[in-house]
């Protein structure tokens, strides 16, 4: 327990305490100025050297942070410049991007829209095409068939005229077994008669001379025309021609509407082949009647044996007769197989040819110079004005162009079925034209699809462009 003497003595010792700290605080504080007046003059100049050095320091100090702050400004007007040019730049880059976005976005929705298009167009287009190849194929396979046919009869022509150089050479052993009973018995009248009857006779003689020479040229002529050479080049302008149409039918088969006005073709067909069979007719008639006319040669003879005694002028004058017969119906033999050859080789080049415009009008579409500065000159038209444009026909210039390579005479463009059936059929007029004239039969054949025609001048047409898909569609809608 805490008693009063106690808490006295505390309070004693604390009060002492407290006037010791009076007592000596004084002293503690006068040692701490002095201490503190010494370091302050330590650190701070008293002299005029020492103040002088001092704001020399401070101006140096100032001149170099001044320095520092100049070249921290000048760096950061620097930096400001060039990130004011970067921005600039990326400001142009950001609109040209967007820009370039923008006509993408056109773009595709072009494109978009253009491929709708397309499909829809195709998806209607589809079952017609499909119907077209159908009939295509239809008609190839007939028209393999009909160039099987034309080969079997060229084969069967070809037959006829070696039968006929057969039958002719048969009449020419017959007419020289004649001529040497003719000599005979000319030699034994010479003999017995006066010499008038001698003087009429070597007139007779003279004259079966000449009929001879002239049935010996007839001769050659057929030799020359059945010869191997002349069979050779028929069968190599055969095979070329047999190449060309392969080409051509290979050709043809990708082309999905090309003959579609030649359904009636058959019935020519048919038409022809009835013609040559009556041309072959006409041949073995013509054989016939060279068998009637050696039969009355030899009735002749006979006569002419019975009756030497009597009347030997009228023998010859009758032998005479028949042989200027037999001559004139050899040289009707010669013309109508010159004229069937001709026919022949005409309607074939007439057929190539006409494949071979056929495949330049599908292939190809020639325009002028004049439209290609307009279409350049012109602005592109929208997708739906170019498919909703007609698909533009073909030139003046390139139909008579055409029409000069195929036939001469024609002078403007027929419709496709008329052209086509001409030449299959041949004109008779051009068949006659070209029986008469014979260098027109050695020809050479028509130019190959991818080669140019030229004109008479030398000239080659303009250059021809490919149409593009759209408007292939277009025109195989508007057909």
Avoid: C
């Amino acid at each position: 327990m805490i008693t009063l003497y106690a808490a006295m003595l505390v309070t004693l010792g604390f009060l002492i305490a407290a006037l010791l700290v009076v007592v000596l605080l004084p002293a503690y504080r006068r040692r701490i100025e002095r201490f503190t007046t010494e370091a302050l003059k330590r650190t701070l100049p008293l002299t005029e050297e020492e103040i002088r050095a001092d704001k020399d320091r401070m101006r140096a100090d100032f001149a170099m942070e001044v320095h520092r702050l100049e070249t921290k400004v000048e760096e950061a007007s620097f930096s400001t410049a060039r990130q004011s040019v970067e921005i600039n730049r990326r400001d142009a880059k950001i609109q040209e991007l967007t820009e370039t976005i923008a006509d993408h976005k056109m773009s595709a929705d072009e494109h978009e829209n253009a491929r709708r298009v397309l499909e829809q167009a195709i998806l209607d287009r589809l079952p017609k095409v499909e119907l077209r190849l159908t009939e295509t194929r239809k008609l190839l396979a007939t028209r393999d068939r009909e160039i099987r046919e034309l080969l079997a009869t060229s084969a069967k022509q070809a037959t006829a005229l070696e039968e006929a150089a057969q039958i002719n050479a048969q009449r020419e052993k017959e007419l020289v077994k004649l001529r040497t009973t003719l000599d005979t018995r000319a030699s034994r009248f010479r003999t017995s008669r006066s010499d008038d009857r001698a003087d009429g006779s070597v007139a007779l003689k003279s004259e079966l001379e000449s009929l001879r020479a002239q049935n010996r040229e007839q001769a050659a002529l057929i030799a020359r025309l059945q010869s191997p050479d002349g069979k050779a080049k028929a069968a190599a302008g055969e095979r070329d021609r047999n190449a060309e149409f392969k080409k051509l039918t290979l050709a043809l088969a990708k082309a999905e509407s090309d003959l579609a006005a030649a359904k009636a073709n058959v019935g020519n067909e048919d038409a022809q082949r009835m013609a040559l069979e009556d041309r072959l007719a006409d041949l073995q008639a013509a054989s016939d009647a060279k068998s009637t006319e050696l039969a009355k040669l030899k009735a002749a003879v006979k006569a002419f044996e019975e009756n030497a005694a009597g009347t030997p002028g009228i023998a010859q004058k009758a032998d005479l007769s028949a042989l200027q017969v037999a001559v004139g119906e050899q040289r009707q033999t010669i013309a109508a197989l010159r004229a069937e050859i001709a026919a022949d080789q005409e309607r074939l080049s007439r057929q190539a040819q006409h494949f071979h415009d056929e495949l330049r009008r599908m292939g190809t579409r020639p325009s002028a110079e004049k439209d290609a500065d307009v279409a350049n000159a012109t602005p592109r038209k929208p997708l739906a004005e170019r498919i909703a444009a007609p698909r533009p026909v073909r030139s003046a210039d390139h139909e008579a162009v055409a029409s000069s390579n195929g036939n001469g005479a024609d002078t403007a463009r027929e419709p496709r079925a008329q052209p086509y059936l001409r030449a299959l059929n041949g004109n008779d007029n051009d068949a006659s034209s070209d029986a008469k004239g014979a260098p027109d039969v050695d020809r050479p054949p028509p130019l190959p699809a991818g080669e140019p025609v030229k004109d008479a001048v030398g000239a080659t047409p303009p250059p021809v462009r490919r149409p593009r898909l759209l408007e292939r569609i277009s025109g195989l809608d508007k057909r």
